[in-house]
């Protein structure tokens, strides 16, 4: 399966962690290179987060409750991302904006709580990471990682069926349907990098970590919301011709219509076998947010328009019209992990000119990732 790596050695390469409060610059030579103009700081409610800025003037921040992205500016020193101004940065309320992370269960696809754990959960910064798949002095990276509580240890078993006797009763042998639970112990690395022209690039990488030899399944996301002029105004190319599962419409399968989508009501669609670029054009701010993504072979639509917005403390009133999210995702075909396997998926996003049209946008020329 594309995405999935065995690792069963641990890694040894060391790397200089980076504590609160603390500027890490790239030092020559040194083990850590690829941190360069990281800050950790108190944010919003004195939470921790982290601040990556380059030279050009492009930054992000991503606090470390959620491990989430919740600022991506340009050289200009436009925000990229939508963050809700009525967001509760609280635990263990999610943060309603940025990019939130939709694991161990997307939305309501099993019987976690919807999206998951991983986006209510305090990260830690990552003091022995993987090693960077590129020596680029120009990159600003933070490393995070997320290992289970026993809270999550209680709430997220793997239920395997077994057949077991339970003795005799009055009535004879009764062959009973026993279940066996698997407590489900996994590695969640997260690389947040800034590139020099100001990408933003997210790679998760996801271990088995079972040590009895049982395997386990999860669905995933990068729950992104973008920062749009107004919804009407959007444009999203890549995506045509494609099957989709309607959520409004009890996860019926339909195939899109038409050139590109645009938007008129509420939508909420996971595309399956999407490619691996989408593009995501805003007419009036004339800007083109390109997806990239590797590893997540569905793509997720979502507006929830004037009434569900209306519902939302944590949104507003008018919240949706500023507001598109297309997610990475992995959620028709869970993901399935042996020990000591890892799960790699990544997500790169850019802009490019609004009068960007991509013909190798076609699904059937590009496949899925």
């Not at 399944?217 to 890549?238: L, Q």
């Not at 599962?245 to 339909?254: S, V």
């Amino acid at each position: 399966m594309q995405g999935i790596e065995k690792k069963k050695t641990k890694e040894t390469i060391l790397r200089q962690p980076v504590s609160p409060e603390t500027t890490t610059s790239k030092q020559k030579g040194g083990p850590s290179d690829h941190f360069q103009n990281v800050q950790v700081v108190k944010g919003i409610n004195g939470l921790d987060k982290v601040v990556l800025r380059q030279i050009r003037g492009s930054s992000a921040e991503v606090y470390l409750y959620g491990g989430q992205v919740t600022s991506w500016k340009n050289d200009r020193g436009e925000q990229l991302l939508f963050v809700s101004n009525k967001a509760i940065f609280k635990p263990p309320k999610e943060i309603r904006g940025g990019i939130p992370i939709c694991f161990p269960q997307f939305s309501d696809f099993g019987s976690l709580e919807k999206h998951g754990f991983a986006r209510n959960r305090m990260w830690s910064i990552d003091t022995n990471p993987p090693p960077p798949t590129t020596n680029s002095p120009s990159r600003a990276a933070i490393d995070l990682i997320l290992k289970p509580s026993k809270e999550d240890l209680k709430i997220f078993p793997h239920r395997y069926i077994s057949k077991c006797f339970n003795g005799l009763s009055l009535h004879g042998d009764c062959l009973l349907e026993c279940y066996v639970y698997s407590i489900f112990s996994f590695e969640f690395r997260l690389r947040v990098t800034l590139g020099l022209e100001g990408e933003l690039m997210l790679t998760s990488r996801i271990r088995n970590a079972n040590s009895d030899q049982k395997p386990f399944k999860f669905t995933f996301a990068y729950h992104t919301y973008f920062s749009v002029s107004d919804i009407s105004e959007v444009r999203v190319e890549g995506l045509e011709t494609l099957d989709y599962l309607d959520n409004m419409k009890k996860r019926e399968r339909f195939t899109e219509q038409g050139d590109a989508l645009t938007f008129e009501s509420e939508v909420d669609k996971v595309y399956l076998s999407s490619p691996t670029e989408i593009a995501v054009m805003d007419h009036e701010r004339k800007r083109t947010f390109l997806i990239r993504k590797n590893g997540l072979p569905d793509a997720v639509v979502w507006n929830p328009w004037d009434k569900k917005s209306k519902a939302m403390a944590d949104l507003g009133d008018n919240g949706y019209k500023h507001m598109i999210c297309i997610e990475a995702a992995a959620v028709e075909k869970p993901i399935f992990l042996k020990p000591g396997e890892e799960w790699i998926g990544r997500q790169e996003l850019s802009t490019v000119p609004a009068s960007y049209y991509c013909s190798e946008l076609d699904p059937w020329r590009v496949g899925g990732s």
